[in-house]
Protein backbone atom coordinates (compact mmCIF):
# COMPACT_ATOMS: atom_id res chain seq x y z
CA UNK A 1 0.00 0.00 0.00
CA UNK A 2 1.64 3.96 -0.98
CA UNK A 3 1.92 5.95 1.35
CA UNK A 4 -0.94 8.24 -0.78
CA UNK A 5 -3.62 5.64 -0.36
CA UNK A 6 -2.78 5.26 3.28
CA UNK A 7 -3.27 9.09 3.73
CA UNK A 8 -6.24 8.92 1.74
CA UNK A 9 -7.71 6.35 4.01
CA UNK A 10 -6.73 7.96 6.90
CA UNK A 11 -8.38 11.30 6.22
CA UNK A 12 -11.40 8.81 5.06
CA UNK A 13 -11.60 7.29 8.99
CA UNK A 14 -11.36 10.50 10.15
CA UNK A 15 -14.10 12.27 8.51
CA UNK A 16 -16.23 8.91 9.14
CA UNK A 17 -15.57 9.25 13.04
CA UNK A 18 -16.46 13.11 13.09
CA UNK A 19 -19.64 12.92 10.83
CA UNK A 20 -20.61 9.75 13.23
CA UNK A 21 -20.45 11.35 15.97
CA UNK A 22 -22.57 14.21 14.52
CA UNK A 23 -24.85 11.89 13.75
CA UNK A 24 -25.36 10.14 16.84
CA UNK A 25 -26.57 14.14 18.23
CA UNK A 26 -28.66 14.87 15.55
CA UNK A 27 -26.79 17.37 13.54
CA UNK A 28 -28.85 18.81 10.83
CA UNK A 29 -27.69 19.37 6.87
CA UNK A 30 -24.01 17.77 7.56
CA UNK A 31 -21.81 18.71 4.52
CA UNK A 32 -18.41 17.78 4.12
CA UNK A 33 -15.87 19.43 1.34
CA UNK A 34 -12.16 18.48 0.09
CA UNK A 35 -9.94 21.22 1.08
CA UNK A 36 -6.61 19.99 -0.29
CA UNK A 37 -6.41 22.30 -2.93
CA UNK A 38 -7.35 25.20 -0.76
CA UNK A 39 -5.76 25.11 2.13
CA UNK A 40 -2.11 23.51 3.22
CA UNK A 41 -3.63 23.81 6.82
CA UNK A 42 -6.50 20.83 6.70
CA UNK A 43 -8.04 18.38 3.78
CA UNK A 44 -11.70 18.43 5.17
CA UNK A 45 -13.95 21.01 6.22
CA UNK A 46 -17.23 19.65 7.80
CA UNK A 47 -19.91 21.70 8.73
CA UNK A 48 -22.91 20.84 10.62
CA UNK A 49 -26.17 22.48 12.50
CA UNK A 50 -27.18 22.46 15.90
CA UNK A 51 -30.53 23.62 17.24
CA UNK A 52 -29.35 25.42 20.39
CA UNK A 53 -26.32 26.03 22.77
CA UNK A 54 -26.69 23.00 24.78
CA UNK A 55 -26.85 20.95 21.04
CA UNK A 56 -24.00 22.39 19.67
CA UNK A 57 -22.30 21.98 22.88
CA UNK A 58 -23.27 18.19 22.62
CA UNK A 59 -22.03 17.45 19.41
CA UNK A 60 -18.86 19.03 19.88
CA UNK A 61 -18.63 16.64 22.91
CA UNK A 62 -19.54 13.80 20.95
CA UNK A 63 -17.22 14.61 17.82
CA UNK A 64 -13.76 14.86 20.57
CA UNK A 65 -15.67 11.12 21.87
CA UNK A 66 -16.04 9.92 18.37
CA UNK A 67 -12.12 10.93 16.99
CA UNK A 68 -10.54 9.98 20.56
CA UNK A 69 -12.25 6.21 20.10
CA UNK A 70 -11.15 6.09 16.35
CA UNK A 71 -7.83 6.05 17.56
CA UNK A 72 -7.04 9.84 16.79
CA UNK A 73 -5.18 12.74 18.78
CA UNK A 74 -7.61 14.29 21.38
CA UNK A 75 -8.58 17.23 18.93
CA UNK A 76 -8.56 20.53 20.12
CA UNK A 77 -12.21 22.95 20.79
CA UNK A 78 -12.87 26.13 20.43
CA UNK A 79 -16.45 28.40 20.98
CA UNK A 80 -17.57 26.05 23.46
CA UNK A 81 -18.13 28.27 26.32
CA UNK A 82 -21.28 30.16 23.94
CA UNK A 83 -22.04 27.24 21.62
CA UNK A 84 -23.21 29.52 18.88
CA UNK A 85 -20.43 28.59 16.85
CA UNK A 86 -18.15 25.54 17.81
CA UNK A 87 -14.93 24.74 15.97
CA UNK A 88 -13.15 20.82 16.48
CA UNK A 89 -9.92 21.09 15.01
CA UNK A 90 -8.72 17.09 14.35
CA UNK A 91 -6.04 18.08 12.18
CA UNK A 92 -6.74 16.76 8.85
CA UNK A 93 -10.20 17.42 9.30
CA UNK A 94 -12.46 20.60 11.11
CA UNK A 95 -15.44 20.55 11.90
CA UNK A 96 -17.62 23.80 12.20
CA UNK A 97 -20.68 23.01 14.50
CA UNK A 98 -22.70 25.88 14.15
CA UNK A 99 -26.26 27.35 15.20
CA UNK A 100 -28.74 27.91 12.05
CA UNK A 101 -28.59 31.62 11.86
CA UNK A 102 -24.90 31.65 12.28
CA UNK A 103 -24.40 29.69 9.65
CA UNK A 104 -26.33 31.39 7.27
CA UNK A 105 -25.18 34.64 7.90
CA UNK A 106 -21.44 33.35 7.27
CA UNK A 107 -22.17 30.88 4.68
CA UNK A 108 -18.77 28.93 5.16
CA UNK A 109 -20.21 26.51 2.28
CA UNK A 110 -19.50 29.09 -0.06
CA UNK A 111 -15.90 29.55 1.56
CA UNK A 112 -15.04 26.02 1.50
CA UNK A 113 -17.70 24.83 -0.91
CA UNK A 114 -15.56 24.11 -3.78
CA UNK A 115 -15.52 20.41 -3.82
CA UNK A 116 -18.41 18.26 -1.82
CA UNK A 117 -17.43 15.28 -0.64
CA UNK A 118 -19.86 12.35 -1.20
CA UNK A 119 -20.49 10.60 2.31
CA UNK A 120 -20.21 6.44 1.31
CA UNK A 121 -21.19 5.59 5.22
CA UNK A 122 -24.23 8.34 5.19
CA UNK A 123 -27.59 7.53 7.09
CA UNK A 124 -30.71 6.27 4.69
CA UNK A 125 -31.81 9.99 3.80
CA UNK A 126 -28.47 11.35 2.52
CA UNK A 127 -28.96 7.87 -0.05
CA UNK A 128 -32.16 8.51 -1.35
CA UNK A 129 -32.74 8.50 -5.30
CA UNK A 130 -32.99 11.70 -7.05
CA UNK A 131 -36.83 11.15 -7.72
CA UNK A 132 -37.31 10.69 -3.82
CA UNK A 133 -34.84 13.41 -2.86
CA UNK A 134 -37.35 16.02 -5.31
CA UNK A 135 -40.36 14.42 -3.68
CA UNK A 136 -39.39 15.35 -0.15
CA UNK A 137 -38.23 18.73 -1.13
CA UNK A 138 -34.67 18.19 -0.72
CA UNK A 139 -32.53 20.28 -3.41
CA UNK A 140 -34.10 23.53 -2.54
CA UNK A 141 -32.33 26.45 -0.99
CA UNK A 142 -32.33 25.94 3.21
CA UNK A 143 -34.79 28.22 3.62
CA UNK A 144 -37.23 26.69 1.58
CA UNK A 145 -36.41 23.28 3.01
CA UNK A 146 -37.05 24.63 6.30
CA UNK A 147 -40.61 26.38 5.01
CA UNK A 148 -41.15 22.47 3.56
CA UNK A 149 -40.62 20.89 6.36
CA UNK A 150 -42.24 22.73 9.28
CA UNK A 151 -44.98 21.17 10.79
CA UNK A 152 -46.85 24.20 11.46
CA UNK A 153 -49.54 24.09 9.02
CA UNK A 154 -50.95 27.35 7.94
CA UNK A 155 -54.04 29.61 9.23
CA UNK A 156 -56.67 29.47 6.93
CA UNK A 157 -57.00 33.05 5.65
CA UNK A 158 -59.38 35.45 7.72
CA UNK A 159 -61.80 36.35 4.47
CA UNK A 160 -63.74 33.26 4.56
CA UNK A 161 -64.31 33.85 8.62
CA UNK A 162 -65.81 36.95 8.49
CA UNK A 163 -67.95 36.16 5.79
CA UNK A 164 -69.07 33.58 7.91
CA UNK A 165 -69.05 35.29 10.89
CA UNK A 166 -71.30 37.98 9.09
CA UNK A 167 -73.36 35.35 7.55
CA UNK A 168 -74.69 34.33 11.35
CA UNK A 169 -75.35 37.89 12.47
CA UNK A 170 -78.98 38.32 12.28
CA UNK A 171 -80.01 41.37 10.31
CA UNK A 172 -80.52 44.74 12.16
CA UNK A 173 -83.68 46.73 12.00
CA UNK A 174 -83.36 49.82 11.61
CA UNK A 175 -86.77 51.97 12.29
CA UNK A 176 -88.47 53.71 9.63
CA UNK A 177 -87.89 57.29 8.99
CA UNK A 178 -90.74 59.26 10.89
CA UNK A 179 -92.34 61.54 8.03
CA UNK A 180 -94.19 64.62 8.59
CA UNK A 181 -97.25 64.32 8.79
CA UNK A 182 -98.03 65.92 5.63
CA UNK A 183 -102.02 65.87 5.97
CA UNK A 184 -101.98 68.19 9.20
CA UNK A 185 -99.49 70.55 7.91
CA UNK A 186 -102.12 71.43 5.07
CA UNK A 187 -104.57 70.94 6.90
CA UNK A 188 -103.44 73.98 9.09
CA UNK A 189 -102.92 76.07 6.56
CA UNK A 190 -105.97 76.21 5.22
CA UNK A 191 -108.99 77.80 6.34
CA UNK A 192 -112.03 75.73 8.37
CA UNK A 193 -115.23 76.06 8.01
CA UNK A 194 -117.88 76.48 9.85
CA UNK A 195 -120.85 74.64 9.79
Known amino acids: MSSE ?23 HDIQVFNTLDLSPLFERVIIASGNSNRQ ?36 AAVAHI ?3 VIRQYYRLEEIWGDKPVRLKNASAK ?37 KKAAAKKAPVKKPAAKKAPAKKAAAKSAPRKKA
Open 56 to 91: TKALAASVRDAVKDAGFDKPRIEGEDVGEWIIVDCG
Open 126 to 162: RAKPAATKAAAGEGKTPAKKAASKSPVKKAPAKAPAT
Open 5 to 27: TAAKKEIQRLQKAIVDGLEDVKA
Open 98 to 100: MQP
